[in-house]
């Protein structure tokens, strides 16, 4: 195992169980324990964990992995749910894409889409998410509107009122929301308030809206909600989602399709 695997391994571990001993890290991941309080002390320097006697628990009352910890986390169903939205979006429409892992895969399926490869422009994309805006920035094809912002360190997004600006004087085909949990009552949802009020800004351009999200996010609650489920038109999630969480989506007037 590569240490940046399993540094992840120790991150997600965390999350879940809010703290770690080293020995219990060890047995976890079939290394030794030295191993485990070498990436611990390194952990603990970039501020991602809290070092302890014998351990580590997590930085902060509020925790949540960075994003370029995450890329890792059910990367298959991502690609294929990437690859269904991606054939959602029609070409010389106007996307307005959000951050997240999902959201960089579905730029990811764009940029290699066959009938995208020329245009003027093929595409526009609007975005909040740096790393997305850097992946396709080299598609000349491609037009990139970058909203303004204060960059968020754990998912590479703008945030704040500067995005205000850019978002009020424009109008989007469709908006592709990546997000941290997705139930019927309370609607979509991110950690961060911020980050969800531009997410809502993104929605509310649109003349529709997409929700990219596996299955493990839906029925879920978060913090910060984005918007409600009467504004989404389309779900795209795994192979995995259970029937009944499909009747109850589609049941609420969104279309469900599964990769």
Request: glycine residues 8%.
């Given at each position: 195992?590569s ?9 997600e ?12 890290a ?5 290394v030794?324990?030295?191993t485990i ?5 390194q ?7 809290v070092?302890?006697?014998?351990g ?12 370029r ?7 298959s ?16 429409e106007a ?36 790393n997305i805006?850097?992946?396709?920035a ?6 990139i ?35 941290v949990a997705f ?22 351009r ?5 929700v ?16 409600g489920?009467d ?13 009944e969480t ?14």
């Amino acid at each position: 195992m590569s240490r940046d695997a399993r540094w992840m391994a120790l991150l997600e571990l965390l999350v879940e169980r809010g703290r770690l001993e080293v020995e219990e890290a060890a047995a976890e991941l079939a290394v030794s324990a030295a191993t485990i309080r070498r990436d611990f002390d390194q952990l603990a320097e970039q501020q991602m964990l809290v070092r302890t006697r014998g351990g580590a628990v997590v930085h902060g009352v509020s925790y949540e992995l960075p994003l370029r910890y995450k890329t890792a986390r059910r990367a298959s169903e991502k690609q294929r749910i990437a690859k269904a939205v991606a054939e959602l979006v029609a070409p010389g429409e106007a996307v307005g894409l959000t951050g997240g892992t999902t959201t960089t895969e579905v730029a990811r399926a764009l940029a290699v889409r066959g009938d995208l490869a020329a245009g003027s422009p093929a595409l526009t994309v609007v975005t909040n998410a740096l790393n997305i805006a850097n992946e396709l920035a080299v598609r000349p094809q491609f037009k990139i509107v970058v909203t303004g912002g204060v960059a968020r360190p754990q998912s590479y997004e703008l945030i704040g009122p500067l995005a205000d600006g850019v978002l009020g004087q424009i109008t989007l085909d469709v908006a592709v929301l990546g997000v941290v949990a997705f139930d019927v009552t309370h609607g979509a949802a991110a950690h961060d308030e911020a980050e969800a009020a531009i997410n809502r800004l993104l929605c509310e351009r649109a003349e529709r809206v997409v929700v990219a999200a596996d299955s493990s996010k839906l029925g879920q609650r978060a913090f910060a909600r984005i918007c409600g489920t009467d504004l989404v038109n389309t779900l795209v999630t795994d192979s995995a989602v259970g029937q009944e969480t499909v009747r109850r989506f589609e049941e609420a007037g969104v279309r469900v399709l599964t990769a």
